[in-house]
């Protein structure tokens, strides 16, 4: 059995570099503020300026808090869905959940070249985005249930999974070609996803749904180290299989389905995260792996919207770019590495 005080020094460490980088990510930006006056503004206090006031308190504090939210969250889907289908190279949108999505907004941004401009009148608010790509990764995740409470081989439903991305795919290609220009822009620009869009409220219904996730994986930590021993083993031991895949599956859907509703589909960060922080803690006991992916998948995320954020300047990279300019080739330095993988 795996002692959580041997790990106690390089969780120390992470939650420090997590708060540093927290801080980082709010003190850049194209307004240069002095960090003596975001640590006003954080504990309540009037900063020298009304407008440094507004900036952090409205752009910067929220943005930071999505950044964790999305890399904590996306970084325990992948760890979930690695050690269901035990494959390193399985992520959080593995099982389509980022498809629908992607189809549902598709349908509210290009859908008018198709069904004609009565859609049009939808695109009002940004509730309506994050509402379709809700529901069409809703719809995915009912799909994915059903199927997999009928099929007993957890690889078939990974197959199936790819076979809905698929479909989905072709349907927004089909939506794509009738679309017009500045259809195709927006929907292009949702694809690369963003973190500085949501207010507190919208925040607020991101954390709700967020948190249930997140208690679910937290449930499913005895369910995914045994296992890690094989579904064989695993029955043998009197684990249900059929009710812990459809409760891992749907911890992954809440986490995966909402942080590409209200951030869009930001790529490689749970594919990369859970295989950083294993090559951190080498250990495949979850106890230890949820809270290290947890804190290590926020801190990658708020690095790499510190680096989108172009320091001294007015420019703001995709940060989809970014994920995964540092995410592949973590991926590729692990596949010629070969090392264990707990798998």
């Not at 509730?127 to 994915?144: K, N, P």
Request: hydrophobic fraction near 55%.
């Amino acid at each position: 059995m795996t002692h959580i005080k041997t790990y106690t020094k390089p969780f120390i460490i992470l939650t420090l570099i997590l708060i540093v980088c927290f801080f980082l990510n709010i003190s850049l930006g194209s307004v240069n503020i002095p960090l003596k006056e975001i640590f006003k503004s954080i504990v309540g206090n009037a900063t020298e300026q009304e407008t440094w006031q507004y900036i952090i308190q409205n752009y910067r504090l929220p943005k930071a808090f999505t950044a964790i939210l999305v890399g904590s969250g996306l970084g325990i889907s992948g760890l979930l869905m690695q050690t269901l289908f035990r494959n390193p190279l399985a992520g959080p949108f593995v099982l389509g959940i980022s498809s629908g999505a992607s189809l549902g907004v598709a349908i509210i941004v290009l859908g008018s070249g198709v069904f004609g401009s009565t859609l049009a009148v939808l695109m009002v608010s940004k509730w309506t985005i994050v509402i379709a790509a809700s529901l069409g990764s809703f719809l995915v995740l009912i799909s994915v249930m059903v199927v997999s409470l009928k099929i007993r081989d957890t690889m078939a439903i990974l197959i199936i999974g790819l076979m809905f991305s698929s479909i989905t795919a072709a349907i927004v290609s089909v939506l794509s070609y009738f679309g017009s220009a500045q259809q195709l822009q927006q929907y292009i620009f949702w694809g690369f996803g963003s973190l500085g869009n949501l207010s507190w409220s919208e925040l607020g219904i991101f954390f709700i749904i967020y948190c249930i996730g997140i208690m679910l994986s937290i449930l499913s930590i005895k369910s995914l180290n045994t296992l890690l021993l094989g579904e064989n083993y695993a029955k043998s031991l009197g684990l249900n299989i059929k009710q812990s895949r459809l409760i891992i599956i749907i911890s992954t859907s809440l986490l995966a389905g909402t942080i590409t509703a209200f951030a869009g589909p930001i790529a490689f960060i749970g594919l990369a995260i859970p295989h950083m922080t294993r090559q951190i803690f080498y250990t495949s006991n979850h106890k230890i792996l949820l809270p290290a992916v947890f804190i290590f998948g926020a801190i990658i995320m708020l690095v790499c919207d510190s680096i989108a954020q172009v320091p001294l300047s007015d420019y703001t990279l995709p940060i989809n770019a970014i994920t995964s300019l540092i995410g592949a080739p973590v991926v590729i330095w692990l596949l010629v590495r070969k090392r264990k993988m707990f798998f």
